[in-house]
């Protein structure tokens, strides 16, 4: 109190000559108010000091809340203002004050040791600013219930004595800082604590037991940090229902201590260096919901007791040692609604028993030594409600079964990327009503593309690249309706772990619907033109077409995709000029044209002055645009930026070495 005291009385001496004490205004917390404005870069709308001794009715302000018969400040909420601050010491005066949220603003500094010692604050929410620097040591903060100071740049120990005066704290929010230290001994005081996350700091040494048993705990997020053990818990009790130690440094067994656990309905351990067989207990567990394993060195078997696992829903046992078949008895785990086993080292089928997931909604199954896509598509499509099926790397050299009754009424991503499958793409495709992502890329399909495929209407997401198809593009694809007006409002599953398609690292996305909208078919035996209907694809963002047999124009509509943001026509045969209309692609960032036999100007303007010089290089007669005049090839990196010609397609001579690197140095210059 001698603290507070000392700031409030400072201030009110060192700002009587600004400011009148007003009468409807308690005069401690005008004066704590008068600090804070004093520090903002902007003034706050409404907030405003009258300088008469009648008013300055600060109850009245905007995020002020005054108790109706002291007229004291008991809230003040400011989140979300924009407010600009070296935070100032003057809460120390607003004594009254149970809740102070300040969230989401630009306030900086470190903290004042004062605000630690407001007795009747009870919600002290600071999160998403750049506050720095060390709490302290001591807090009296008797009658706190919940803390948030997440998402800022704290660094130092936890404050120990935070829950040794504070023994009503409820909630406590520490995410995304760099504390370091261990956990402090004193949080095993919080015995009404609810929620405590400590998540993405610096956290280090062992998770102890006085955390894991609190009476009421039922949240504990600790993930990101560098834990390296857990405790055990002996014959104790946790009441925690959600526990999240991913991407720590915990090694060796995961302890046989989920009988312990009778509410724990969520457990993730991801990437960290765990070893061993999964615990019985954890594999008979009668409350697990979500369950999520993934990035660790497990192995030996996951028989899942699916009799007393009533409640399993997500399950991600991907890149680990698991081996031996897939286990069928999975399948009765009544509620698995999102399995993941993708990379490793299973063998054999698809159980047949998987027919029988009823709730199964995403499954992947990627780099897990399957064989027999025929057999698996075959017992897959009895699952009612799969929408996403991923089986990257997988079935080395089959082919993709032609079988006309393989209907997945309620795929919406199909995957079976990099497996190199053999034959065509098959016509059972087209049932796939529902379908919105398709990727058979890194395979060996031949055949034509078909046609049909312009007709799902759903269908965003188009990958058949690094195949050897050939044969024209087919016209309909460029009528596909969510490429032209997309209205995408399907509800999907969100399991709680990422959706890695592609060949597995490249894209990683936590929904269909967040993977950019994209026709990739680089890289095959493709001939025929562009088609000019290209353009009616409002929009498409991602359009590959390099390292194909395509010939004809640049289409000038091609300036319609108004969305497009990578587009790539490299290594074709296409001839004739880069229309001038591409300027016009206002989002356009990745662009090449580079190995044609295009002439002509580079188009000047728009994010053409961004492109590097081999989106343009090995074409015959591309020239670029300098001071009204064409700029004739050079053939020689020594000499740029000599010769100019007016004529627009000059018969180039045939490629010189170094003609593309220097013209296109040349290029670069006159962008600056
Ligand atoms: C009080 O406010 C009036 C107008 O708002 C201003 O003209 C005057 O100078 C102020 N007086 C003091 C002492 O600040
Ligand atoms: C602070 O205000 C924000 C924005 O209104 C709100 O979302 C948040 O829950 C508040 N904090 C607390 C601890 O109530
Ligand atoms: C608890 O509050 C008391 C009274 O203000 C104070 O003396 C003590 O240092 C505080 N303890 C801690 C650990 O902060
Ligand atoms: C937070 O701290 C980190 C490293 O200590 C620094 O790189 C970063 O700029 C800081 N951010 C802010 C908003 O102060
Ligand atoms: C991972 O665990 C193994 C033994 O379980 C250990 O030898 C290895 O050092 C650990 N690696 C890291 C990075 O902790
Ligand atoms: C897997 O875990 C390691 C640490 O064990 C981490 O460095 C890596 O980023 C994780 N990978 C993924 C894809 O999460
Ligand atoms: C299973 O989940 C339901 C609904 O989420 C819940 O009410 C029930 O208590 C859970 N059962 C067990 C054994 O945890
Ligand atoms: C995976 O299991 C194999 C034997 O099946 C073993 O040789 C290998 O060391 C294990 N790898 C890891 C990372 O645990
Ligand atoms: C599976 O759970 C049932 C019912 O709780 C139990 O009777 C059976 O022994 C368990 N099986 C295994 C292999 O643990
Ligand atoms: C496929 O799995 C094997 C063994 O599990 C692993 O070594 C390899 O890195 C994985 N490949 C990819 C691309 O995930
Ligand atoms: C796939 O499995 C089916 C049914 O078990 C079998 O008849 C067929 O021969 C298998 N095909 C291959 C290529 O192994
Ligand atoms: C392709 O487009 C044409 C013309 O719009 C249409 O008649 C036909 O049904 C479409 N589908 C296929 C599979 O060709």
Redesign the pocket.
């Known amino acids: 109190m001698f603290v507070v005291l000392g700031t409030c009385l400072f201030l009110l001496f060192s700002l009587q000559t600004q400011v009148f004490v007003s009468s409807t205004c308690n005069s401690d917390d005008l004066q704590g108010l008068t600090g804070f404005m004093n520090a903002l870069e902007a003034p706050i709308a409404g907030w405003r000091l009258v300088n008469s001794s009648s008013s300055s009715d600060c109850c009245n302000w905007i995020g002020i809340k005054c108790d109706s018969s002291s007229g004291r400040i008991v809230k003040l909420q400011l989140p979300n203002k924009r407010l600009v601050a070296h935070f100032s010491d003057s809460f120390s005066c607003l004594d009254q004050l149970k809740t102070l949220n300040l969230s989401h603003n630009f306030l900086e500094g470190p903290l004042p040791v004062s605000l630690f010692h407001l007795v009747n604050l009870e919600v002290l929410d600071l999160s998403s600013n750049k506050f720095y620097g060390v709490l302290p040591?001591?807090?009296?903060l008797p009658a706190l219930q919940v803390l948030d100071m997440s998402n800022n740049n704290f660094t130092g120990f936890l404050p120990?004595?935070l829950c040794?005066?504070s023994s009503r704290i409820r909630i406590i929010s520490f995410a995304v800082n760099y504390f370091t230290g261990i956990i402090p001994r004193p949080f095993g005081n919080s015995r009404m604590l609810e929620y405590l996350s400590l998540a993405s700091n610096l956290i280090s040494g062992v998770i102890p037991k006085f955390l894991l048993t609190l009476p009421r705990l039922h949240e504990l997020a600790l993930e990101d940090n560098k834990f390296n053990a857990i405790n055990r818990i002996g014959s104790s009790y946790s009441q925690l229902i959600r526990l999240d130690v991913s991407s720590n440094g915990l090694s060796g067994n995961i302890h046989d201590f989920f009988h312990s656990f009778p509410k724990l309905s969520y457990f993730s351990a991801h990437s960290n260096n765990l070893s061993g067989m999964i615990p019985s207990s954890l594999l008979n567990s009668k409350t697990i919901s979500s369950l999520n394993l993934r990035n660790n060195s497990l192995h030996g078997s996951i028989h899942f007791n699916c009799s007393t696992m009533v409640n399993l829903t997500y399950l991600h046992l991907g890149t680990n040692n698991f081996s031996g078949k897939i286990p069928a008895n999975l399948a009765s785990c009544p509620k698995l609604k999102a399995l993941n086993l993708a990379r490793n080292k299973f063998i054999g089928q698809v159980p047949e028993s998987f027919k029988n997931l009823k709730s199964l909604s995403y499954l992947s199954l990627s780099n897990c030594s399957l064989s027999n896509l025929s057999l698996s598509l075959k017992v897959l499509k009895h699952c009612p409600n799969l929408s996403v099926l991923v089986l990257t790397m997988n079935f080395y050299k089959e082919q993709l079964p032609a079988d006309d009754d393989l209907r997945f009424k309620a795929l919406k991503a199909l995957v079976i990327a990099n497996c190199k499958l053999i034959g065509s793409i098959p016509s059972w495709i087209n049932s796939l009503t529902q379908l919105q992502l398709l990727d058979l890329s890194w395979n060996d399909l031949t055949g034509t593309i078909p046609s049909y495929l312009g007709d799902l209407k759903y269908l965003f997401y188009l990958d058949l690249s690094n195949n050897s198809l050939s044969g024209e593009i087919p016209q309909n694809i460029t009528q596909l309706e969510s490429l032209i007006s997309r209205v995408i409002s399907l509800e999907e599953p969100s399991p709680d772990f990422p959706f890695f398609i592609g060949r597995e690292t490249r894209l990683q996305y936590n929904r269909i619907d967040s993977f950019p909208p994209e026709l990739d078919f680089g890289s095959n035996l493709l001939t025929g033109p562009i088609w000019p209907e290209f353009g009616n694809l409002k929009k498409l963002h991602v359009l590959n077409l390099k390292h194909n047999g395509l010939s004809g124009t640049i289409p000038s509509s091609l300036s319609g995709m108004r969305s497009i943001e990578i587009l790539d026509l490299s290594y074709n045969n296409l001839k004739g000029t880069i229309p001038p209309s591409l300027v016009k692609l206002s989002f356009l960032s990745k662009f090449s044209v580079a190995y044609n036999n295009l002439n002509g100007l580079i188009p000047m303007g728009g994010q053409f002055s961004t492109f590097p010089n081999s989106s343009f290089e090995g074409n015959r007669g591309l020239c670029g645009y300098f001071s009204g005049k064409c700029l004739k090839n050079q053939g020689s990196t020594q000499t740029p930026a000599s010769e100019y010609d007016d004529e627009f397609s000059i018969p180039w001579l045939p490629i010189m070495a170094g003609f593309g690197t220097g013209f296109f140095l040349i290029a670069s210059y006159f962008k600056n």
Do not use: E, L
């Not at 040591?137 to 009296?140: K, Q």
């Open positions: 040591v001591t807090i009296d120990a004595g040794v005066n």
